[in-house]
């Protein structure tokens, strides 16, 4: 019989709760369950507002797995929904607004990705994001070298930018920006992409081109645009280990020798939040946000 939970006064059926879903580890979904409980204050503030699309592995990252957009069947009237623009047309998604939302859609077994946009302002993207990609031999720590270079960069237009790991192989860097499209959004993010190419040629791609990739590290300014999502922060990944997109100190990332040094897992959160709060906390300031040039 699958348990029901009373959450903030909503029920919540939490199934299969000894299932293994990251084998590496032995991490379970009641494990999983308890990592979004207890994150929840760090998490849901970066949820909230935004469309979520679901990346699933109820069955473990070795078993089916697949995105939902759309407002997954059997979701209870209580939580919220929204109608998404897309290019095929209208859609209805779901917002995670609040603890007993989290813990359902936790239940799903899911990656968290959402959009830089809101659905109160979806023409006005509030986010920029780089998704730093590594072409092996490279690792995180060469994705740390073009993150620093880009967040000079982007200090000297007047954004400061954050970073987080991405919970696979490569790094995140995001800021706050405000009074433009997404397709401008993507625009800077492409001309910021080929200066940093040409600056670190190297060590930058900034073209999506797979044979382009080996030993670089490709700076994918495409996640910008409004079709897309990026992964959440503090959302577990479908690996064989519950690793988490976890946002980390400048510090760590100017002092990364070794890719193991920007590895974090589930149980390593609460101490981190413990020891920093949420270090992407500014990227709620709406009075922090910064136009583009």
């Known amino acids: ?22 084998p590496a580890t032995g991490f379970t979904k009641g494990e999983l369950l308890h990592y979004y409980a207890t994150t929840a204050d760090a998490l849901l503030p970066h ?11 109820p069955d473990g990252p070795g078993g089916q797995v697949f995105f939902t957009k759309n407002v997954p069947p059997g979701t209870p009237d209580w939580v919220t929904t929204a109608e998404v623009r897309r290019m095929e047309g209208p859609a209805r998604m779901v917002l995670v607004q609040d603890l007993a939302s989290l813990m359902w859609a936790s239940n799903l ?7 830089q946009w809101t659905v109160s302002i979806p023409d006005e993207a509030d986010r920029l994001v780089f998704d730093l ?11 740390c070298e073009v993150a620093c270079w880009l967040r000079e960069r982007l200090a000297a237009d007047g954004i400061e930018a954050y970073a987080k790991t991405s919970g696979s192989k490569g790094l995140h860097l995001l800021a706050a920006v405000r009074g433009s499209s997404s397709e401008r959004v993507t625009e800077y993010a492409k001309e910021l992409a080929v200066e940093a190419e040409k600056a670190l040629p190297r060590q930058v791609v900034h073209r999506m081109t797979r044979s382009l990739r080996p030993g670089k590290v490709f700076v ?18 479908a690996r064989p280990e519950p690793t988490v997109s976890t946002p980390v100190t400048w510090t760590e990332v100017e002092e990364c020798a070794s890719a193991g040094r920007l590895a974090f897992h589930a149980e390593d959160i609460a101490a981190r939040l413990q020891d920093h709060g949420d270090l992407l906390a500014p990227l709620l300031d709406v009075d922090a946000a910064h136009p583009l040039p």
């Open 1 to 22: 019989m699958t348990p029901i939970t009373e959450v903030e006064g909503r029920r919540v059926a939490l199934s299969n709760l000894e299932k293994v879903l990251h």
């Open 47 to 57: 949820l909230r507002d935004r469309p979520v699309s679901f990346l699933r592995y």
């Open 109 to 115: 077994v899911a990656e968290f990705h959402t959009p």
């Open 133 to 143: 990609d590594p072409g092996a031999p490279a690792t995180v720590v060469e994705c």
């Open 220 to 237: 994918d300014w495409s996640q910008n645009a409004a079709r897309k999502t990026t992964a959440t922060p503090y959302t577990l990944r």
